[in-house]
């Protein structure tokens, strides 16, 4: 009887124990199942809305928008959809969009009917192409319309006496508008070495970018360039000016040593760069392909080239092939003498024609159709 009541009252705490573990998991479940929401939601709060936001919407990635965020502050999509809206309105595609905001992240919070509307209204009333100059420069959207770009414009048209010319070079470089004091610093920069007024024009107009170089910088290249030999009347002048701003002093010596690899030296490299700037301008795969042609395929010299440094400005294959092919024929026949680059790549194509093909009489044909055969083929592979 007792061993009875032993066993009754073990399986009884058995089950009482069994019972108590069940309602001890059933509780553990309904917690798990109540905990793990709030938890996920305070993850997901980790990331704070306008990363997400960036990274969703206007395609930054991770990195970018955890640095672009720093600056923002909004914790809905109502005012960021606007400006995106906005310049949807104005004709930016897709991508644009992202890169501007990429560019210039605040710009989502700006108000875009009192901020950027007036300052674009303005600009595409002089013929601005606004969707070009504010990918290069979208702080432009955030600058005063009346206190800085209106008088910017005003100031260089006036000094410009052509409206015409100062959006050319806007369009060149939007930096003027908003770098308009470092800019006037550096023209009195050259006004003070004595550049003339038409050169600075010239200058302004066709390489602007130079004139938004800092001001010290500026004064150090402008120096540099009189001490090669540069006389400060001549256009060449501010086209050395130009190229140096432009290239940077690590960049000149890369070229320095390629010209070198071709046999120049130290001087020759010099007398290059006086007879014709922007032999140190051009893109070390153009110097390189340009130099084997007339070296390896033409027979060159290398010197030479540096006696005539234009010929690197050519095109390759528009200008100096069909040219040269004919030339090489014409050699053969013994119908030219010598290489004349200056009147074999100088002249323009009329010249060449009369020169070179049409005055050989029967021989015209055959080299007009060389001529023609070049240009195409070279022209095929562009």
Known sequence: MLCFLCRTILSQTQMHIATISLISLQRLSLQNSCISPKYMSSTSNLQPFAVSYLINTCGFSPAQAASASKHLNFQTREKPDLILEFFKKQGFSQSQISRLIKLRARLLLCNPEKTILPKIEFLKSKGVDIHKITMFCPGLLQSSLQKQIVPTFDFFTSLFKSEDKFIKAVQRCPDILVHDTVTVTNIKVLREVGVPEWNILKLFERQPRALTKKRDRFKEIVAEVREMGFNALTGQFVMAVAVITCIGKSTWTRKADLYKRWGWSDDEI????????????????????????????????????????????????????????????????????????????????????????????????????????????EQKKL
């Not at 130099?291 to 400005?313: H, K, W, Y």
């Not at 100088?346 to 060449?352: D, H, I, Q």
């Not at 049409?358 to 044909?365: F, I, K, N, T």
């Open 270 to 377: 010099l007398a290059a760069f006086g007879r014709f700037p922007n032999c140190m301008a051009f893109s070390e795969d153009k110097i390189e392909k340009t130099m084997d042609f007339f070296v390896n395929q033409m027979g060159c010299e290398s010197f030479t080239i540096a006696r005539f440094p234009v010929l690197l400005g050519f095109s390759l294959k528009k200008r100096i092939v069909p040219r040269a092919s004919v030339v090489q024929v014409l050699l053969s026949k013994g119908l030219v003498k010598q290489l004349d680059f200056q009147k074999i790549f100088y002249s323009s194509e009329k010249v060449f024609l009369e020169k070179f093909i049409l005055c050989h009489g029967s021989e015209a044909d055959e080299l007009l159709k060389l001529y023609q055969a070049k240009m195409n083929v």
